[in-house]
């Protein structure tokens, strides 16, 4: 077992454990109210589901006083308290199948006005990416390949992001880095997604979570119509929201919109391999989230020609590392001086010498090239607490755009002396 691999399947199971441990990696589902009637318990909830895509994979539990149940799947072989019916998306309304002792507790709970809790545990994901370094950590490199060709000025994009534009389609490894409005998405992704669906070849747009992605998604469609290109160049893997289901169905699993009228997003098994197989053949920008490539790399084929990252400096090392086993050219976006990975284990127990791997949870996708070339979890950790919040980059070729639509000049000017530092400008403010 190579050293990068013992480091990250290390800090998977730490990780795993915590969670564990201490009955975190769970989300509350809020509850309005509910209601049991015979063997049949039914939830209203406070809010719409959000991530479904995570949903699929996760284990629902509920909470009866201070006991856990954990619900089953409809079709689940074994017999359960409490197993999944119906979700009613519109009426935010979920159907749950209990046992008759489960019933006569919850009648109990009910009139003894106990409150109920709903929870889906999310720490399938941390499993996830264990079982994926497990089986293919050992292939884990720096990207090193790129095939060069020479890039067109593109008349509509700003030199700088021209330059960045180059630098991304001739890196293995490159990072575009500007602060809000500076063109990153609409701009630089978008020609170099053109770039390849010119030469006919398939790209990947990878994103942080299920919003981020379909924020990204709608970005560049509003581009793809505006010259006329085909939403259904375009695939998203995985549970779209409703909202984008209807306004974007071109670009989403066409089983999905099959299954639309009468969809039940808890119990709904992912579409057949060859009908998705399909599909994949003929989209040339396939849109998937982090969590989504590493649970669906086994059993779909996502190779592409660039893997392009959104909102990198939210994204974990951990999960980075996996878009790395094809040497497949990646390029990061984001900005290194925004928000950074979330990880619920606290500092206090990652600085624990038998913990310090887990630090791979809390740095980003721009401590990269630093592991990859043999950095330790803790080393980098020292170096983000001295306020790097990015190493130095030899490999990882940088592009910085300082020109922002987003705000006017003047506080374009404040920002970039107080945080950026990089010169930059916004518009000027017409009087």
């Known amino acids: 077992m190579n050293d990068l691999k013992q480091i990250l399947l290390s800090a998977a199971h730490i990780y795993y454990q915590y969670l564990s441990d201490n009955n975190l990696g769970l989300n509350e589902i809020a ?4 209601e049991c009637r015979d063997d049949e318990l039914i939830l209203a909830l406070k809010y719409s589901v959000g991530d479904m895509d995570l949903k699929l994979g996760g284990a629902l539990l509920l909470q009866v006083g201070d006991r856990l ?11 359960s308290e409490v197993m999944l019916h119906f979700y009613d998306e519109k009426q935010r309304t979920l159907f749950l199948n209990v046992s008759e002792a489960m019933a006569k507790m919850l009648e109990k709970a009910q009139k003894a006005k106990i409150p109920l809790k709903l929870f889906s545990d999310l720490k399938f994901l941390v499993q996830n990416v264990a079982d994926f370094f497990d089986k293919y950590g050992e292939k884990l490199r720096l990207p090193s390949s790129i095939v060069h060709n020479p890039t067109p000025h593109i008349p509509r994009l700003s030199e700088e992001q021209n330059i960045a534009l180059s630098k991304v389609l001739n890196s293995p490894l490159s990072y575009v880095w500007g602060p809000p409005g500076t063109g990153k998405t609409q701009a630089v992704l978008f020609e170099a997604l053109l770039y390849y669906i010119k030469q006919g070849k398939r790209v990947g747009v990878v994103a ?6 379909e924020q990204v998604l709608k970005a560049l469609i509003k581009q793809f119509d505006n010259l006329g290109l085909a939403r259904d160049m375009i695939l998203r893997l995985g549970m779209p929201t409703l909202q984008y289901m209807s306004e974007y169905p071109q670009t989403c699993d066409p089983s999905l919109l099959q299954k639309r009228k009468k969809l039940d997003l808890f119990s709904f098994q992912e579409s057949t391999q060859d009908n998705i197989k399909i599909r994949l053949k003929n989209a040339f920008v396939v849109g998937v989230t982090l969590d989504g490539f590493i649970s669906r790399y086994d059993k779909l084929d996502l190779h592409f020609s660039h893997i392009f990252l959104d909102e990198c400096a ?7 590392c996996a878009l790395c086993v094809d040497n497949t050219p990646l390029a990061l976006f984001g900005d290194h001086k925004q928000l950074s990975p979330v990880c619920e284990m606290p500092p206090n127990k990652l600085t ?17 090239e630093a592991f990859c070339k043999g950095e330790s979890p803790a080393q980098l950790a020292n170096m983000n607490e001295q306020g790097y919040s990015m190493p130095p980059l030899q490999d990882t070729i940088l592009s910085t755009l300082s020109k922002t639509h987003r705000y006017g000049d003047n506080l374009a000017r404040l920002l970039d002396n107080y945080v950026y530092h990089i010169g930059l400008r916004g518009t000027e403010m017409q009087m």
């Not at 149940?69 to 017999?79: F, G, H, L, M, R």
């Not at 939210?314 to 980075?320: F, G, M, P």
């Not at 624990?352 to 990269?368: G, K, Q, T």
């Open 31 to 34: 509850i309005k109210q509910f």
């Open 208 to 213: 942080t979570t299920n919003n981020a992605l």
């Open 314 to 320: 939210y994204a974990s090392l951990i999960k980075t």
């Open 69 to 79: 149940y954990s619900i089953a799947e409809a079709d689940s072989p074994k017999e």
């Open 352 to 368: 624990e010498a038998e913990n310090d791997n887990a630090f791979v949870w809390n740095l980003s996708a721009l401590f990269l």
